[in-house]
């Protein structure tokens, strides 16, 4: 137990449609990373938030959007879902330490069908 | 864009013997690198990491070897035992806690 928990553990959706993942970090983590994992795709990076601010930007599509809350919680929102959106979306956390190890701890993910 | 390259998606080895997992990267700023190990319906996990001031880093029966100059990285696991069946992942950054890049994976099957 990595200690990032993740809800829901399965969506099914219709394309068109709007859902929200929810992510919570390991008590005292300040960054939040939120992955998708399609079939055959590595883990691509979608965003990186830090204490409540957005700090690094990846493969994130404009449908896509996601924040981070004074309680350190995540949601990554994606919208006008298409079937290609169906994939494993991970969230990982880190803590700032300045050690230089930029260990992430994952969640168990979300598996997200789009029908 | 693929800054970082597993180019086998699948290796087999006999128990007791080694394995050696392969990644590539094309981004020269790239400082840290890391290995993780996933397995089926979880999360990955971390294994290994390695910094550029180094060439080898090395954890029981896992070593992370990086070769700046070729841009490429390995993971050797010796002995290889059946547990170790999982899919693993080559990461790297340009710096800590700014944006990883995860390979597309390798699935490696210890058999027995």
């Known amino acids: 137990d990595s200690g990032v928990t993740q809800t829901p553990k399965h969506l099914i959706t219709a394309t068109g449609q709007r859902v929200t993942l929810r992510c919570s970090p390991r008590?005292?983590?300040?960054?939040v990373y939120w992955y998708q994992q399609s079939l055959d795709q590595g883990l691509q990076f979608l965003i990186q938030y830090y204490n409540g601010e957005e700090r690094a930007k990846g493969n994130i599509l404009e449908r896509f959007s996601a924040q981070q809350f004074p309680d350190l919680h995540s949601e990554l929102n994606l919208s006008s879902l298409e079937l290609g959106d169906s994939a494993l979306y991970f969230c990982?956390?880190?803590?700032?330490?300045?050690?230089?190890?930029?260990?992430?701890?994952f969640g168990p993910g979300t598996r997200l069908t789009v029908l | 864009d693929q800054q970082v390259k597993q180019n086998s998606p699948s290796l087999s080895v006999q128990e007791g013997r080694i394995s050696i997992l392969n990644c590539d990267y094309t981004?020269?700023?790239?400082?840290?690198f890391l290995w993780y190990k996933k397995y089926p319906a979880e999360g990955p996990t971390f294994l290994i990491s390695?910094?550029?001031?180094?060439d080898k880093n090395e954890d029981g029966r896992f070593t992370v070897f990086l070769n700046k100059s070729a841009k490429h990285l390995s993971l050797h696991i010796v002995p290889s035992q059946p547990g170790d069946s999982a899919v693993y992942f080559c990461a790297a950054s340009g710096h800590p806690y700014l944006d990883m890049r995860f390979g597309a994976g390798t699935r490696l099957t210890v058999k027995p």
């Open positions: 990982a956390s880190s803590v700032r330490s300045g050690t230089g190890n930029n260990e992430q701890f």
């Open positions: 981004n020269s700023m790239f400082d840290y």
């Open positions: 008590s005292g983590d300040l960054s």
């Open positions: 390695i910094s550029s001031i180094k």
